[in-house]
């Protein structure tokens, strides 16, 4: 490897790549964002917590990436940036029995969802409880930088209207 290979290296950010959720080889995906960027601007690839990251030349390069997709086997694969500017939403008033895909659907009209809908225990100490959740669910979201989340979504399911809160989570 040349010296000015090496070099380049030691200037990339997380702001250089692009995370690929999919399960294929990591030639394949090279392969397929090579198409979309062009082959020589990838710098580095692996596998890193289920996903595939690469590593590209140039921000611009990850940034065209992440807003194109990639094309595998014939099926378009979303990617994602690897420094996500994403925000712990937590979902409050939500009875088990309304579903996740409702309110997906609801928060994907306006803003990304990156992670799934997930559900908080009431954090018993018993063990006999351990299984028992709240009426609680957080979700990962972009959000704008200095958009503040503090909203009500009213939803009618099966016949009954429900109240349910979106907060931003913050960390200070």
């Known amino acids: 490897m040349s010296a000015q290979r090496v070099q380049g290296l030691c200037s990339l950010t997380r702001r250089n790549a692009a995370k690929v959720a999919s399960a294929v080889s990591i030639e394949d995906c090279c392969l397929a964002v090579g198409e979309v960027v062009g082959h020589s601007g990838i710098i580095s ?24 997709g990639i094309v595998i086997s014939g099926e378009f694969v979303s990617v994602l940036p690897l420094s996500l500017p994403a925000k712990r939403v ?20 306006k803003w990304k969802l990156v992670s799934p809908i997930k559900m908080i225990p009431i954090g018993s100490g018993s063990p006999l409880l351990k299984h028992v959740v709240s009426f609680r669910r957080f979700v990962y979201m972009i959000l704008k930088d200095d958009e503040d989340l503090d909203l009500s979504l009213h939803l009618k399911v099966d016949e009954f ?5 979106a907060r931003l989570l913050r960390t200070r």
């Open 45 to 68: 690839a692996s596998r890193m917590n289920n996903a595939l990251v690469v590593f590209l030349d140039n921000v611009e390069k990850a940034n065209e990436l992440v807003e194109r």
């Open 161 to 165: 209207d429900y109240v349910i809160y």
């Open 90 to 109: 937590t979902l409050s008033n939500m009875p088990p029995f309304v579903s996740d895909e409702i309110l997906t659907q609801v928060l994907s009209r």
